[in-house]
């Protein structure tokens, strides 16, 4: 076949693997396993019958002194060169760290120990001895050394072999994209989670299309197995040696390892890696620039896109509204209280968002229940419904604000219906009503609300609230309660309660009380039947004026196209668009 035949048939089994991700590592895994292993057992077989057959003297070159002595007897730059090709035996190996979110440990260490690490060995040195005896079989020594019996079934699984050769780095890219989301290095992409058992086997639409346009421009481009050789050998080196460099701090700084401990593997590493980056590099022109470029790129997007995030970030928490500013505005805010609840979305778990004071400083009003609400997504798999909402009041009573931090796993849908409205409302009303129940003890501390069911009892999480430690603060004598938090500001009791006796208390609480419940969930009632309105924040970051042109084009042009092609947050929350508002505001840096 003609070279743009191959790269035709090449280009047509790339889109078939990348197209088959969306299964999962798992569904992936049990597919292209057997064939993995039928390879590795293949090529030891293969190397062990050769070199039986061949030169068994050939086990020799395990003695590194035939590497001096090599190069003692023929030292010029093709010599140091060739040590690039050498880096090819072990490409692959930069993905086992990362490989270690979708497998166990034990598993890949049996792997590599037993069957991969072995069956190279056989393989490479079989090779060797074939070549001792056919000196002239140097070009294609695999598959001359392989005998006629099995020629055509080892071509069939060399070749799906090769297809599935690259599923470890693709799994490994999703792995570390996911960890520089987690950062905030990198733009809010699809993350799909494929697994029950395994939280790090996840599936990323996107970056699963960019590498696979990414993979046929190499390929159509090249039409060179020895560039894209050349490449990957550059990519291999450059993340050993960072990785080498990287373990420095993790060694002083974690493991507070002995600083000759650190020289010692430092020294031991770079023996071996700088030799072979140095013959990488001198490849460059050869195709080792390609991965150079790729890195750049990728460094400049996530070096934005973290600058900016990390500023907006800031301005929001320097800004955020202060409790005396609140209260101070009384319970209208300053402004008309229209009948409805109004959400409002926030990044933020405490305080109240400089969001909302530019939303009631440009607004003429405000609805008459207002919940902020931050929504969580924590590592593990599902959160039961019951501990899924954390809900406090902020400020007085007559305010009518609370806030709710709503909990997702990883796995949990965040439903764009009326469900996550009715569950969260229920936890308010819930709330208020063990407010009630608790107002001789402190509320300044958050706690689980679970989820009303048809009129049950409530549940474990609302027992263990009862029984906290955190909340057995008692009134103080004179009827003022005890407070820790600025979100929770009850008003004291009046007139005072000295003198009573513990029962009668309770009881005149009760009694006092039981009006004003019923008249707030009544009110909160009517409020949720008036309407829902969803408030988003959309902070717009911008370089100031007097900023230079680099930084222009950076945070004006690159960060604002990521933004716009990021997923927005009315598709991570699953805003309704016919009850969602958005309000705007832009920051300069």
């Not at 057997?34 to 070199?51: E, H, M």
């Not at 072995?118 to 074939?130: D, I, K, N, S, V």
């Not at 407010?435 to 958050?446: A, I, K, L, N, T």
Request: charged share 15%.
């Amino acid at each position: 076949m003609s070279t743009n035949v191959v790269v035709l048939v090449a280009v047509v089994i790339l889109i078939g693997l990348f197209s088959m991700q969306h299964y999962g590592t798992d569904k992936v895994g049990w597919l292209f396993a057997p064939i993995v292993l039928l390879w590795f057992i293949l090529i030891g077989s293969v190397g062990a019958v050769n070199i039986h057959k061949y030169n068994n003297s050939v086990l020799k070159a395990y003695n590194p002194i035939y590497i001096y002595r090599f190069f003692r007897r023929r030292w010029n730059y093709d010599i140091w060169t060739s040590l690039g090709g050498v880096m090819l035996s072990i490409t692959g190996t930069e993905a086992l760290f990362a490989d270690l979110c979708h497998f166990p440990v034990l598993a890949i260490q049996i792997a590599f120990t037993l069957i991969v690490f072995p069956c190279l060995l056989l393989a490479y040195t079989g090779q060797a001895a074939y070549i001792i005896s056919h000196k002239k079989h140097v070009a294609d020594a695999f598959y001359r050394s392989i005998p006629d019996a099995i020629y055509w079934p080892a071509f069939v699984i060399a070749t799906a072999a090769a297809i599935v050769a690259s599923q470890a780095t693709i799994s490994a890219t999703y792995s570390i994209i996911k960890q520089a989301l987690a950062l905030g290095c990198f733009p809010r992409v699809k993350i799909v989670h494929t697994s029950k058992k395994f939280l790090g086997q996840i599936y990323i639409p996107d970056i699963n299309w960019v590498l696979l346009v990414l993979c046929i421009a190499v390929t159509a481009g090249f039409k060179n197995q020895s560039q894209i050789g050349n490449a990957y050998g550059t990519a291999v080196v450059i993340v050993m040696l960072v990785t080498t460099f990287l373990m420095v701090p993790i060694m002083l700084l974690v493991w507070k390892s002995h600083w000759v401990l650190v020289v010692t593997f430092i020294v031991l590493s770079l023996m071996v890696e700088v030799p072979y980056f140095v013959a990488c590099i001198l490849k460059i022109d050869q195709g080792g620039w390609v991965p150079l470029v790729i890195a750049t790129a990728f460094f400049l997007i996530m070096y934005v896109w973290h600058f900016c995030t990390v500023k907006r970030y800031e301005f929001e928490m320097h800004s955020k509204v202060s409790m005396a500013w609140i209260l101070g505005l009384g319970p209208s805010l300053g402004l008309v209280r229209v009948p409805g609840i109004g959400f409002v979305y926030t990044e933020l778990a405490s305080g109240v968002p400089h969001i909302f004071s530019h939303f009631i400083t440009n607004l003429p009003a405000i609805h008459s229940v207002v919940v902020f609400v931050c929504v969580k997504y924590l590592p593990v798999y599902t959160v039961p419904t019951e501990e899924r909402f954390l809900v406090r009041r902020i400020g007085p009573k007559n305010f009518h604000m609370f806030r709710c931090v709503a909990r997702y796993g990883y796995k949990d849908l965040h439903k764009r219906d009326e469900d996550f409205e009715k569950m969260l409302f229920d936890c308010v009303l819930f709330f208020v009503r063990l407010e009630s129940m608790m107002e001789g003890y402190s509320d300044s501390d958050e706690f689980s609300v679970p989820e009303l069911g048809a009129g049950g009892p409530p549940t474990s999480s609302a027992s263990a609230f009862l029984q906290g430690e955190k909340t057995c603060s008692t009134m103080c004598s004179n009827g003022e309660l005890s407070l820790s938090s600025q979100d929770s500001i009850v008003p004291a009791q009046s007139p005072p309660l000295r003198g009573m006796t513990g029962s009668s208390l309770l009881t005149r609480c009760s009694e006092g009380q039981a009006s004003s419940v019923g008249d707030e969930l009544e009110f909160l009632n009517r409020c949720k039947d008036a309407g829902v309105v969803h408030i988003l924040g959309n902070t717009i970051v911008r370089a100031r004026r007097d900023s230079g042109v680099v930084k222009k084009l950076a945070v004006d042009y690159m960060y604002a196209f990521m933004r716009r092609m990021c997923r927005e947050n009315s598709v991570i929350f699953n805003v309704p668009h016919e009850s969602l508002l958005n309000v705007g505001q832009i920051y300069y840096i």
